[in-house]
T-cell receptor
Framework: AQSVTQLDSHVSVSEGTPVLLRCNYSSSYSPSLFWYVQHPNKGLQLLLKYTSAATLVKGINGFEAEFKKSETSFHLTKPSAHMSDAAEYFCVVTLLTGNQFYFGTGTSLTVIP | EAQVTQNPRYLITVTGKKLTVTCSQNMNHEYMSWYRQDPGLGLRQIYYSMNVEVTDKGDVPEGYKVSRKEKRNFPLILESPSPNQTSLYFC???????????FGSGTRLTVV
């Protein structure tokens, strides 16, 4: 079985400071991992994905994530938060051979001016 | 523009009245899926489809039906809606297993 846990339901950072959103997964096999962002009253947008290539993945809007198999983690980071980053972020895991896409419960990011 | 289009965006209905939420994608994607989003629960998969005439249950399929008669369309059918199906619904499609989903804008359904 596979699942994904987002360790923080809410994160607040000041504008210009680093962002860290934590995600741990459990999977019996090699997973694919994704981060999505959802702005208020909007759909979901793909930020980045890991599918067994480079372990450090760069995404849109300056976000990146590192796949650490030994820690079963896929944390999302950004060096400097911007006001427009305020949104809900979802970590997703799926098997390379799987058809189901498992979402974490989300982390709400607040950026303080 | 490559997109997933779902309609309607908002729907209020009464218990027991059959309804259909349509979903269409113009990217020739093999995979399509329906999710519901509820506060504190994230997104949960209702049904997914790997190709025309191939569908399977997700985590919360009870009370829903789907069909995939054409590659581009994947409607979600609620035969007899109940208040616990009040939720925000998303349709999504993707090219294949190594790809992320592209999501529609969502349908906010209220069942009274």
């Amino acid at each position: 079985a596979q699942s994904v846990t987002q360790l923080d339901s809410h994160v607040s950072v000041s504008e210009g400071t680093p962002v860290l959103l934590r995600c741990n997964y459990s999977s019996s096999y090699s997973p694919s991992l994704f981060w999505y962002v959802q702005h208020p009253n909007k759909g979901l947008q793909l930020l980045l994905k890991y599918t067994s290539a480079a372990t450090l993945v760069k995404g849109i809007n300056g976000f990146e994530a590192e796949f650490k198999k030994s820690e079963t983690s896929f944390h999302l980071t950004k060096p400097s938060a911007h006001m427009s980053d305020a949104a809900e972020y979802f970590c997703v895991v799926t098997l390379l051979t799987g058809n189901q896409f498992y979402f974490g419960t989300g982390t709400s990011l607040t950026v303080i001016p | 523009e490559a997109q997933v289009t779902q309609n309607p965006r908002y729907l209020i209905t009464v218990t027991g009245k059959k309804l259909t939420v349509t979903c269409s994608q113009n990217m020739n994607h093999e995979y399509m899926s329906w999710y519901r989003q509820d506060p504190g629960l994230g997104l949960r998969q209702i049904y997914y489809s790997m190709n025309v005439e191939v569908t399977d249950k997700g985590d919360v399929p009870e009370g829903y039906k789907v069909s995939r008669k054409e590659k581009r369309n994947f409607p979600l059918i609620l035969e007899s809606p109940s208040p616990n199906q009040t939720s925000l619904y998303f349709c999504a499609s993707r090219r294949g297993q190594n790809y992320g989903y592209t999501f529609g804008s969502g349908t906010r359904l209220t069942v009274v």
